[in-house]
Antibody
Framework: QVQLVESGGGVVQPGRSLRLSCVASGFTFSSYGMHWVRQAPGMGLEWVAVISYDGSDKYFADSVKGRFTLSRDNSNNTLYLQMSSLRPEDTAVYYC????????????????WGKGTTVSVSS | SYELTQPPSVSVSPGQTARITCSGEPLPKRYAFWYQQKSGQAPVLVIYEDGKRPSGIPERFSGSTSGTMATLTISGAQVEDEGDYYCYSTESSGYHRGVFGGGTSLTVL
């Protein structure tokens, strides 16, 4: 079955960087776009970013654009989120999610989610 | 960027019909999706492309759209349906940014 396992979360000081990873299994990783979605404590879901199946297209929420970068290693079924210039408001559980449509380049949406990894930005 | 607006909470008795709305300007042009999140768990897709139900989702879950509003309907809501529900869609500007509604807390009691 499809499985997504996030890692890399932790406590980090404001202004510092952190890289999250998501290892996928149970599907052809190289055929699907992948998302990051976050949820601050007690708050709703916030879509963060998506990368197309081949890594050629990337889109970001305004709140992270210019600070976060996305990449993927299709040979190792791994998705990465590089977070820089972190702020206290980036504190959240970060979920990795698989896109629902094989080969999608429009109307990206999620069908399977990981359990999340927690990032806390605090001095 | 645009917003999707949901009511903060909806409450029904078991067996009643629960309706959760989501309004947003791009919805006539973009699909709506619905996710259920129970306390302490990751979200689960319950409706995709406005009104389609993934395998394994009970038939009591349905979705529809009309103009700028999407609606998730749970016919004969059960206690186990309690949780937070989020609508989701994407921008139509060509920059394929996703957006969630603020979420609706469903109480069934």
């Amino acid at each position: 079955q499809v499985q997504l396992v996030e890692s890399g979360g932790g406590v980090v000081q404001p202004g510092r960087s952190l890289r999250l990873s998501c290892v996928a299994s149970g599907f052809t990783f190289s055929s699907y776009g992948m998302h990051w979605v976050r949820q601050a404590p007690g708050m709703g879901l916030e879509w963060v970013a998506v990368i197309s199946y081949d890594g050629s297209d990337k889109y970001f929420a305004d709140s992270v654009k210019g600070r976060f970068t996305l990449s993927r290693d299709n040979s190792n079924n791994t998705l990465y989120l590089q977070m820089s210039s972190l702020r206290p408001e980036d504190t959240a559980v970060y979920y990795c999610a698989k896109d629902r449509v094989k080969g999608a380049r429009d109307q990206y949406n999620m069908d399977v989610w990981g359990k999340g990894t927690t990032v806390s930005v605090s001095s | 960027s645009y917003e999707l607006t949901q009511p903060p909470s909806v409450s029904v008795s078991p067996g009643q019909t629960a309706r959760i709305t989501c309004s947003g300007e791009p919805l006539p042009k973009r699909y709506a999706f619905w996710y259920q999140q129970k306390s302490g768990q990751a979200p689960v897709l319950v409706i995709y492309e406005d009104g389609k139900r993934p395998s394994g989702i009970p038939e009591r879950f349905s979705g529809s759209t009309s103009g700028t509003m999407a609606t998730l309907t749970i016919s004969g809501a059960q206690v186990e349906d309690e949780g937070d529900y989020y609508c989701y869609s994407t921008e139509s500007s060509g920059y394929h940014r996703g957006v969630f509604g603020g979420g609706t807390s469903l109480t069934v009691l």
